[in-house]
Structures are given as structure tokens and as C-alpha cells.
């Protein structure tokens, strides 16, 4: 940056010209760095909350392991107990992982971090005999905040987890589908797009008079307090099979 003083005579000829000369490229050298000290403080953060995460994970593998060969208790319902609150811990870590491979921002790649989860998810179940098939339609440029992507993150957990839990029973074959589709913007208000859930799958259904929000079942109540978080709204759907859609708008902060 540069200014030019320009000195003149009564009759406005000039006498002498001064100029003088602010170089601005170590301010902008010294923004570049506190700006990459930044994204590094907050890549550290992240990573070091994943690995307490990881270490929670562990912890309640280990305590469940000492379930396994005790004749007391019902083993399947605290060990299945042990494993939805690992997945659920998990859901979180893969959203920290996320965020310390990235380049330093606070948006998740959530297409990438979704495959991550389903894939943890998979591994975790056995099913035994039966084939699962799984068709997601998402679209590669999903950038959610932390406080969308991790209600989100949780709710694809348990509907996913539930439907590999019960929606087969006795079947050879099944196929679970996630879509996650753009709706476009909203007018008259602040920048804010609109978003459509959809998982499914054609399992056995559900009962005629299910109520989700009345059900005593911890991932049901999970989900339904989840989507309240992201002002959202949701509905079922029992036509050969299960099928929950839910509704919800992203606002640019």
C-alpha cells in the first residue's frame, strides 16, 4: 500500500512530491499462519476426542466380554445392550475422525463419514444366513456442521442397526435403503436449504399400532428426541416393510 503527497505553490504548480510505501505482505504472511495454527489446534481437538471415544468404545467391548460366559443374567439383552451403546459412541468418534482429516474446518463430509459408519455397522452384526443388500443414494457433496451431522449421524444409527436387528427374522434375503436428498432453498428468510431422510427397508413391518414415541425402547426414544433437536419432522410408513422419512432445513451460520 502506497501514498503519494504532492506539495504545491499558491498558483498550484507543483514544488516536491513525497510518497510513501507500507508493505502489507508480512500481515498477510502472519494471517496465513495464525490461520493454519487455527486449523491445527482444531485438527488436535478433534483427534484427541475421537481417541477418548475410542477408548470409551473399548472399555464397554471389555465389560461385555465379562457377560458372555455367566449363566445369571440374560446374556443376549446385556450384551445387545453393550453393543448399541458402543455404536452409538462410535456414530460420534467417525464424526471427530471426520473433522481431523479434513482441512481444518467445521463441516463434516458426510456422505464419506456415513459409509464409515454403515460399513462399522455391518462388520458388528452377524447375520448369519441371511443376505443384506444396502442401496444408498446420497449425493457427494453433503457439508453438515457438527451440530447437524452428529443427531444425524445417530438417527441413521439406529433405524439402520434396528432394521439389521429385526426386520429379517427368518428370511433368507432383505434390502435396507438410505437416501438423503436435497430439497432446495427457502425464500424470505436467512439462507437455509431444506433436506429429506428416508430409510427403509422390506422386512417384516411393523405392528399396526406402533407408536414410536410411546415405545420403551431406548433407540425409539433416541430418535424421536433426535429429530425434535434438528427441528425436524417425521413419519412411518408400513407398506411392505418399514419406512421412516424425515424432514428437516439447514441454516447457514
Do not use: W
Amino acid at each position: 500500500m502506497s501514498k503519494v503527497k504532492l506539495f504545491l505553490m499558491k498558483k498550484n504548480i507543483p514544488i516536491q512530491m513525497g510518497a510513501t510505501v507500507q508493505d502489507i505482505t508480512k500481515i498477510r504472511k502472519a494471517e496465513e499462519s495464525l490461520t493454519n495454527i487455527e486449523n491445527v489446534r482444531r485438527k488436535e481437538i478433534h483427534h484427541r476426542i475421537k481417541n477418548n471415544l475410542q477408548v470409551i468404545s473399548s472399555l464397554l467391548d471389555l465389560q461385555a466380554e465379562k457377560f458372555k460366559d455367566r449363566k445369571d443374567i440374560m446374556d443376549s439383552e446385556v450384551l445387545d445392550a453393550f453393543r448399541e451403546i458402543q455404536h452409538r459412541v462410535i456414530s460420534m468418534a467417525l464424526i471427530h475422525e471426520e473433522l481431523h482429516e479434513g482441512n481444518g474446518g467445521d463441516t463434516v463430509g458426510f456422505s464419506s463419514y456415513l459409509g464409515k459408519l454403515i460399513e462399522n455397522i455391518f462388520l458388528t452384526y452377524r447375520l448369519g444366513n441371511t443376505d443384506i443388500s444396502l442401496n444408498m443414494d446420497l449425493e457427494e457433496n453433503f457439508f453438515f456442521d457438527m451440530d447437524t451431522a452428529v443427531p444425524l449421524g445417530m438417527i441413521i444409527n439406529e433405524l439402520f442397526s434396528n432394521s439389521l436387528k429385526h426386520a429379517f427374522s427368518g428370511r433368507a434375503k432383505g434390502e435396507i435403503q438410505i437416501k438423503l436428498r436435497r430439497e432446495g432453498n427457502k425464500k424470505n428468510c436467512c439462507k437455509s436449504t431444506s433436506f429429506t431422510l428416508d430409510v427403509s427397508d422390506n422386512g417384516v413391518g411393523i405392528p399396526e399400532n406402533f407408536e414410536i414415541k410411546s415405545l420403551n425402547s431406548l433407540g425409539f426414544q433416541l430418535v424421536a428426541s433426535l429429530v425434535d433437536q434438528l427441528d425436524g419432522e417425521f413419519d412411518l410408513k408400513r407398506d411392505n416393510g418399514m419406512k421412516f422419512t424425515m424432514r428437516f432445513t439447514v441454516i447457514e451460520k
